[in-house]
């Protein structure tokens, strides 16, 4: 029996992302200033292996080879970050014009190409000497965000035509100053409740900037979402669910759509949310082009307050498909993901900005890497993407997750989820099976 074949509008994006302290390495060339990843990984016992982004996939140097490979699996489009630190070594005042230079020449080359650049702004690396000022914990960080903005909007307005704000501001908020696993590891809910403000509050007062350098911009941000399952019917279960949805999901969406902050859940975590001044909300929800999502997996809520025992037989469980990262294998959490941000939110595009998993993968005799469970995992994403279309959704753009294999912040060199294969020794590209499969899918505009 054949195959169904899920056939996608013309107009359709297929791209590939990356970031820029998980590739570009340079770290400290070309008058780049430090980054809290760089302290970070540079503080024995953060990441492990020891393993920093001192030199990652040396694509600072290997660019015009890796945009080679972009145009060989026939992508259409390419998320990249820039380095704040890059650009502004200081984090604000005094430019760094070998920085500009190198992504003016990574745009021009995409371009060259016939690949649209995609424009991330903030990917985590925020320059160490606004972190030593209070980092988004302060205020000040949103104003040195907007300068930035400025600074690299005005130089590459007239090219780039979709730019993303800010990457996973939950991560940067949540992971980084209240559970201590990502830059600048710190381990304070009040920390982590006010920079998510400030965080909002930068992308918020952006917005506005991108549009007037860029003319005729796209202007998004990109939020990880995770849609959430209560173990079982209980009503302890269920209320578990709706505060891990209020926590990673609601206290972004309803903000940026102009709702403010989930009234259950600053009664819970807001420790007064003194930071919060006049006028903050109208900026945070300014409206957008597009949403962003980053979607890998599902949530499965369990209250402490009952027994494992109490749920029987109605428990929900993960399944037996788990990923190196140990996250669950759920194609079908994306389509309820991206039915919940149009039919509840109403935002009017969106894209999938990150997709992707992380499996053992080896180089064989033939020198060759195989890949079978990715190729399996974003078909069956993919699939659900289709089915949203068909519902009426406007998913105009996926992008897998990642290019290459990179430094995957904590767990360092360890997790690999790239299409394209880095033996990091040698800095040698092989493509795997999955971007060949990708490929032929972005040729085809199907799967099937």
């Known amino acids: 029996m054949e195959n ?22 340079a770290w400290n060339e070309d008058g780049r200033g430090e980054s809290i990843w760089d302290r970070f990984s540079h503080t024995p016992g953060k990441v492990q292996d020891g393993d920093t982004g001192d030199v990652a996939c040396d694509h600072y140097h290997r660019w015009e080879d890796d ?40 745009v021009d080359g995409l371009l060259k190409l016939d690949i649209e650049p995609y424009v991330t702004l903030y990917h985590w690396d925020l320059p160490q000497i606004l972190q030593d000022k209070g980092g988004w914990t302060a205020r000040a960080t949103a104003d040195a965000f907007v300068e930035y903005a400025d600074i690299v909007s005005r130089v590459l307005g007239d090219r780039v035509k979709n730019w ?24 304070s809910l009040a920390e982590a ?42 009503a302890a279960d269920r ?60 949530n499965i809520a369990r209250s402490e307050k009952i027994s494992e025992v109490e749920n029987s037989p109605r428990a929900v469980f993960r399944g037996d498909e788990i990923t190196e990262m140990d996250w669950e294998v759920f194609p079908e959490g994306l389509y309820k993901t991206l039915g919940r941000l149009y039919f509840d939110y109403d935002f009017p595009v969106i894209h999938i900005t990150e997709n992707g998993a992380a499996f053992v993968d080896q180089v064989n005799a033939d020198g060759e890497v195989d890949d079978p469970a990715r190729v399996s995992y974003i078909r069956r994403h993919l699939e659900q993407v289709h089915r949203a279309i068909e519902a009426g959704i406007p998913v105009k753009g996926y992008f897998a997750w990642s290019l290459m294999d990179n430094f995957e912040w904590g767990f360092g060199y360890s997790k690999r989820f790239g299409l394209v294969y880095v033996d990091y020794p040698t800095q040698t590209r092989i493509l795997k099976s999955s971007a060949k499969w990708y490929r032929d899918v972005v040729q085809r505009n199907e799967i099937g």
């Open 164 to 187: 993303i704000t800010l990457n996973e501001p939950w991560v940067s908020a949540f992971v980084g100053y209240e559970h201590g696993r990502h830059a600048p590891g710190h381990t």
């Open 67 to 106: 945009l080679k490979i972009i145009k060989d699996l026939g992508l259409k489009a390419y998320r990249f970050s820039v380095a704040w630190p890059r650009i502004l070594p200081s984090g604000s005042g005094s430019v760094n014009e070998a920085g500009l230079d190198f992504y003016n020449k990574l």
């Open 239 to 298: 209320a578990a669910a709706t505060w891990v949805d209020g926590y990673i999901n609601r206290w972004f969406l309803d903000p940026l759509v102009g709702r403010g902050y989930p009234h259950d859940m600053v009664k819970q975590i807001g420790n007064g949310m003194s930071f919060v001044q006049e006028g903050d909300l109208d900026t945070i929800s300014t409206p957008l082009d597009f949403i962003g999502v980053n979607y890998y997996t599902r």
């Open 193 to 234: 409740v006010a920079a998510a403000h400030h965080l909002l509050l930068a992308h918020g007062q952006a917005v506005p900037v991108l549009r007037r350098n860029s003319p005729n911009a796209h202007v998004g941000i990109t939020l990880n979402l995770s849609p959430q399952y209560p173990a079982s019917p209980s």
């Open 4 to 25: 169904k074949k899920f056939r996608f509008p013309k107009d359709f994006i297929w791209g590939a992302a990356t970031a820029s302290y998980q590739i570009e390495g």
